[in-house]
């Protein structure tokens, strides 16, 4: 790992939302529901699907990113049978070569849940996902449900600062010095 790496995850306890810096797809969506309603910060509108199972959405960066976690927000009682029940979350460079990292379930979920990519308090480079792709892919709904509703997805990755790029590194040449103020 590189000092700028390890100045970026310094602080443990802050996260940051960065799929703000993603290009989102998914496999399908009814008319009006589209991949927008995913990152759109409104609870009442959701992405649906169409189609058979099983539905993917892929989150595509342009370099190289650090993830901590998603938080998917899943509604069992508005949505029902439209409910997510087993997800698959895979990572890769492209459609191509993904591979799964982790498959979960769950049970009546109501509000945010949270898919931890990373182990508790280990933020060290080597311990964390990196990647420039993730797809979250639904394998069940519950009730045997074919199209599927989600209603946001965030990711999550290290905050970082300006200053903190700069940390452990020494500026103190006459040539850097020459351009460190402006006149």
């Known amino acids: 790992p590189n000092r700028r790496e390890d100045a970026l995850i310094e602080n443990k306890d802050e996260k940051q939302e960065i799929g703000k810096y993603a290009v989102w797809s998914v496999s399908s969506a009814k008319g009006g529901n589209g991949v927008e309603h995913l990152r759109d910060d409104n609870l009442t509108t959701f992405w649906q699907s169409s189609g058979t199972l099983p539905h993917y959405i892929n989150i595509q960066f342009q370099k190289k990113m650090t993830i901590l976690e998603i938080k998917l927000h899943l509604d069992i009682h508005a949505d029902e049978s439209y409910t997510p029940f087993c997800f ?69 990755g290290p905050r970082s600062t300006y200053r903190d790029a700069f940390v452990n590194y020494d500026f103190t040449s006459p040539s850097f010095f020459s351009y460190a103020s402006i006149r």
């Open 88 to 156: 698959s979350i895979r990572s890769g460079t492209t459609f191509h070569d993904l591979k799964e990292i982790k498959k979960i379930e769950f049970q009546d979920p109501q509000g945010w849940v949270t898919v931890p990519l990373s182990e508790p308090n280990k933020f060290e480079s080597d311990q964390c996902l990196r990647t420039t792709f993730l797809q979250i892919a639904v394998l069940l709904n519950h009730q045997n449900g074919r199209d599927t509703h989600i209603r946001q997805v965030k990711v999550f």
